[in-house]
């Protein structure tokens, strides 16, 4: 099936537990890790969150990259939105 996969990336600093709550709170499941970025030339630590869901509510994960840019005081959330096919494979 084709749905959305929505990318945040959320440099440091943050709290990885309260990231994870924000997300959580709106939607089941997703994946995060941990990477390197860089912003305005320098390196730091990001987290990287991946929704992938059949919600195509772009407002809706935009309030989320809203709540995490201003609850860690971040200058920007990156949000990459991909249309993918995925299913789950169950036996």
């Known amino acids: 099936m084709t749905v959305k996969k929505y990318s945040i990336y959320l440099g440091s600093p943050h709290d990885e537990l309260v990231a994870c709550n924000v997300i959580h709170e709106l939607f089941d499941g997703f994946t995060m890790f941990n990477a390197v970025g860089y912003w305005r ?33 971040q200058d920007c959330v990156l949000l990459v939105t991909s249309d993918v096919i995925a299913d789950f494979v169950e036996d």
């Open 41 to 73: 030339g320098k390196a730091e630590d990001t987290q990287v969150f991946e929704i992938v869901t059949d919600v195509k509510n772009a407002s809706l994960i935009k309030s989320v990259c809203s709540e995490l840019r201003n609850r860690f005081s």
